[in-house]
């Protein structure tokens, strides 16, 4: 789980504590829920699943909904539900995204599909679909389903977007990428805090104050990843240059062309073969370009904007925990 | 608003197309097999003759059709894996929408009864017979 206290100081985290301790105990409900589920004659299918969902995760997205939850006086709709939801969508997007990215490990346990086969990786992902249609009955009439179901036709189509454009440069700059980031990340995330303030009863123009917020460190917290191609960091389960050498052009190498554009480096980026001297020569030039700082000024400033959405919100707990959420995903280690 | 959800109804229809055509393109190019479009015709055609009233038959039908294409097309996983699963995902999304404006509890539930039993049989292929069954009988039995 999301460890908040290593970025909070010693006094905040005595403010937050109270908020803090409560969401933990409801993410322990949440895991619970997560793991109820048996699949006769599938063992391996349950077995993956249960690997994947007890290696943990952040748990972002319901924990944002939670909080956003929170900050509602009149909370008329159960939360647990929406959480699960979230988790379940966004879990079965990882395994399915794994199975297009050929990726052999995810929060450091052996993908599905590197343990199985694709088809068996492809189905467990949808029993995670069948399990979430469980809970829309809840937030019928709510609007909260459309927007769900829309979330996930963006998603598609963000990594639509990416496997469309592998390998190419041309038609992709950076404003083409970050509404990729919105699809493949920040709408889940934004709709995370929607949601969540939706179920707790709160104002339109707060539901959209925390929608804009969920955006902004969603699209932060893609880029961030993106970063982690650059940096060698095991504890990530990420390899550097994996992005680079699977023809997926991200913000800083996509800047550092736009700076500077250099048909030597284009043509090897978009090599479908590249040695391992090859991808160094990248890096380099990427970061020659000063795509990494161009990066880091990006993912700062869009943190700042998504704070600043904030202030519409009545001060408390709930709204200090946002606050050191953002800059916990600024921090992530690059 | 009726207008409205009929320009988005539209507009999604297109692009569902669109993609499918896409996809098509790549699996033909793969020589997979493609996925038929008299099928895809009788299970609308299902679907449609299946409600009591007309007032939720296209949705059911878009619903039906696109449940269909998501788990066919996820049949297909081991062959084309990337365009196969996106495209899956694209069509369950489409069968959530159709879904809403139905809002029919019971539907939901069918469906997601439905989909956790199927996906425990072992790389078979989707069995079409028992889809349409299921299709008629669900709607019969909520009466829709």
């Known amino acids: ?334 | 608003m009726e207008a409205v959800r009929n320009g988005q109804n539209a507009e999604r229809i297109r692009e569902a197309d669109e993609i499918f055509r896409e996809a098509e393109a790549v699996w033909c190019e793969e020589d997979l097999p493609v996925i038929d479009r008299d099928v895809r015709a009788r299970v609308r055609e299902t679907a449609c003759q299946a409600v009591q009233t007309q007032v939720f038959a296209k949705d059911y039908a878009d619903a039906c059709e696109a449940f269909y294409l998501f788990r066919k097309l996820h049949s297909f996983a081991d062959q084309m894996p990337a365009w196969a699963v996106l495209t899956g995902d694209y069509f369950f999304s489409r069968f959530s929408h159709a879904l809403i404006p139905i809002d029919n509890v019971e539907l939901i539930d069918r469906f997601s009864d439905y989909l956790k039993e199927v996906v425990k049989m072992i790389n078979t292929e989707p069995d079409l017979e028992g889809y349409l069954a299921f299709i008629r009988q669900t709607a019969l039995e909520i009466s829709l």
């Not at chain 1, 993106?226 to 699977?246: H, I, P, S, V, W």
């Open chain 1, 1 to 334: 789980m999301m460890q908040w206290q290593a970025f909070c100081s010693e006094k905040q985290i005595r403010e937050l504590k109270p908020l803090f301790g409560e969401l933990q105990k409801v993410l322990e409900g949440l895991e619970t829920e997560l793991m109820d589920f048996q699949i006769p004659g599938r063992p391996e299918m349950e077995d993956g699943l249960k690997r994947l969902i007890g290696a943990g995760g952040k748990r972002l997205r319901p924990s944002l909904a939670w909080v956003c939850y929170r900050l509602g006086e009149e909370q008329k709709l159960p939360v647990l539900p929406l959480m699960c939801m979230l988790e379940l969508m966004h879990t079965a997007s990882l395994v399915h995204d794994d199975i297009v990215d050929n990726a052999a490990l995810r929060r450091n346990v052996p993908t599905i599909h590197s343990q199985t086969n694709r088809r068996t990786a492809a189905e467990s992902g949808d029993f995670l679909l069948g399990k979430a249609m469980e809970y829309l009955k809840i937030y019928r009439g709510t609007g909260i389903n459309e927007i769900l179901a829309d979330v996930s036709a963006q998603m598609c189509r963000g990594e639509f977007s990416q496997m469309r454009n592998l390998y190419q440069t041309a038609g992709q700059n950076v404003e083409t990428y970050l509404m990729q980031c919105r699809q493949k990340t920040a709408y889940l995330i934004a709709a995370s805090c929607y949601c969540g303030a939706a179920a707790g009863g709160l104002e339109q123009a707060q539901k959209e104050a925390l929608r804009a917020y969920g955006e902004g460190i969603g699209i932060a917290f893609q880029l961030k990843d993106d970063l982690l191609d650059f940096t060698a960091d095991a504890e990530f389960g990420k390899k550097r240059g994996q992005d680079l050498r699977n023809g997926i052009f991200t913000l800083p190498v996509l800047y550092a062309f736009s700076k500077n554009p250099d048909p030597r480096m284009i043509q090897l980026a978009e090599s479908r073969e590249k040695t391992e001297s090859d991808l160094e020569q990248l890096l380099t030039y990427v970061k020659d370009a000063n795509g990494i700082e161009y990066t880091l000024e990006r993912i700062n400033a869009v943190t700042s904007e998504a704070i600043s959405r904030l202030a519409v919100l009545p001060d408390g707990m709930p709204k200090q925990a946002l606050i050191r959420i953002a800059e916990a995903l600024d921090r992530r280690k690059v």
